[in-house]
């Protein structure tokens, strides 16, 4: 199986940037679809992001389309968010996800391994 990891956190002020990476290990990365979710304290995990196995497809929530890019790098079995124009309510716990599914989705069923998560909080 594969272990992600994620990293890059941290306290922002509104209009800032802040990049998450996800660093897997265990398995061959490139045979997994990598989604971002995040958890703000007492609401449900969110989806953010997903990629596919070779980086061509995309997807994003509504609420960060524009603003968040999801990309990978298969060589350094790596995912990064890139989020620019931040905002209070981005403030949460985001995690990354790995999918040995065909179909991604924006679902967190579809997602088999999961990371510990980081901590990113904008400040108003």
């Known amino acids: 199986q594969v272990q992600v990891g994620e990293s890059g956190g941290g306290l922002v002020q509104t209009g800032g940037s802040l990049r998450l990476s996800c660093a897997a290990s265990?398995?061959?990365?490139?045979?997994?679809?990598m989604g971002w979710f995040r958890q703000a304290p007492g609401k449900e995990r969110e989806f953010v992001a997903y990629?596919?196995?070779?980086?061509?497809?995309?997807h994003y929530a509504d609420s960060v389309k524009g603003r968040f890019t999801i990309s990978r790098d298969n060589a350094k079995n790596t995912v990064y968010l890139q989020m620019n124009s931040l905002k209070p309510e981005d403030t949460a716990v985001y995690y990354c996800?790995?999918?040995?599914?065909?179909?991604?989705?924006?679902?967190?069923?579809?997602?088999?391994?999961w990371g510990q998560g980081t901590q990113v909080t904008v400040s108003s």
């Open positions: 265990g398995r061959t990365f490139s045979p997994y679809g």
């Open positions: 996800a790995a999918s040995d599914g065909v179909i991604l989705t924006p679902s967190p069923l579809t997602y088999k391994y």
């Open positions: 990629i596919s196995r070779s980086g061509g497809t995309t």
